[in-house]
C-alpha cells in the first residue's frame, strides 16, 4: 500500500513502530489521544496534524478502540500488516501486563483498612487531569480545520451541532456519526469535485 502520510520523518523498521506505540501508551494515563498526537506528529513527525485528524476521523467510525484502530491504519500505512500488527503490539503488550499486574496489586491492597478510600480519591484525580487533556488535545487538533475544503466556520458549526446532539439531545454516537458524519463527508466530496473540475477547465 502506498504512503500516503505527510510527516517530516518516517519510522525504519517495524520493531521501531513497536516501541513507538509501546512508548506512548505507556505515556497514555487517562487517555492515548492526547500522548498520541504529540508523540506521532510533535515529536517524531511521522504524521502531519492533519492526517493525525483524519486517521483518528476514520478510527472513531470503525467498531473497537480508537486508538488501536488508530494504530492498526499508521501501522499499516508504513509497514503493511506487519506494521499493523507491531503497532497493535505495542498499544496492548506491556499497559495488559502492568494492569493486570496493578489489578492484582489493588485487590490485595482493598482488603487493608482505610485503602478503598484513598484508592478512590486517586482515581478521582486521575480523571480530572484526563479531563484536562482531552480538552487540550482538542484546541491544539482544532488548528487544522483552518485548512479543510468547507473553511474553519462551516468546521466549528459542524462541530457545536455535534456537540449539541450528544450533549443535549442525547442521540446515540452512532447516530451522529452516521447522519451528520455521513451528510458531511458527502457535502466534502462534492466541494473536493468541483474544486477538481475547476481545476480541469482553467
Known amino acids: 500500500m502506498p504512503d500516503t502520510l505527510h510527516g517530516a ?22 487517555g492515548v489521544i492526547a500522548v498520541a498526537q504529540r508523540e506521532l506528529v510533535d515529536r517524531r ?19 473497537g478502540p480508537n ?7 499508521i501501522g499499516d500505512r508504513f509497514f503493511g500488516w506487519r506494521g499493523a500488527v507491531a503497532a497493535l503490539g505495542g498499544m496492548v503488550t506491556l499497559p495488559l501486563t502492568v494492569m493486570l499486574t496493578l489489578a492484582w496489586l489493588l485487590g490485595e491492597a482493598s482488603q487493608l483498612p482505610h485503602a478503598q478510600g484513598l484508592i478512590k480519591g486517586a482515581l478521582t484525580g486521575i480523571a480530572a487531569v484526563a479531563a484536562g487533556q482531552i480538552v487540550g488535545t482538542v484546541l ?63
Open 67 to 73: 486508538v488501536c484502530n488508530l494504530s492498526l491504519m
Open 140 to 202: 491544539k487538533l482544532s488548528a487544522s480545520l483552518k485548512e479543510h475544503e468547507l473553511g474553519w466556520p462551516v468546521c466549528l458549526v459542524l462541530c457545536a451541532l455535534a456537540f449539541g446532539m450528544m450533549a443535549w439531545l442525547q442521540w446515540p454516537l452512532l447516530w451522529v456519526l452516521m447522519g451528520l458524519g455521513g451528510l458531511t463527508c458527502l457535502w466534502t466530496y462534492l466541494v473536493l469535485k468541483r474544486q477538481s473540475t475547476a481545476e480541469h477547465s482553467a
Open 45 to 63: 513527525q511521522w504524521l502531519s496534524n492533519r492526517d493525525f485528524v483524519e486517521l483518528l476521523s476514520s478510527a472513531q467510525v470503525l467498531p
Open 9 to 30: 520523518s518516517r519510522p525504519q523498521s517495524a520493531a521501531e513502530v513497536f516501541w513507538a506505540f509501546t512508548s506512548l501508551a505507556m505515556q497514555g494515563f487517562g
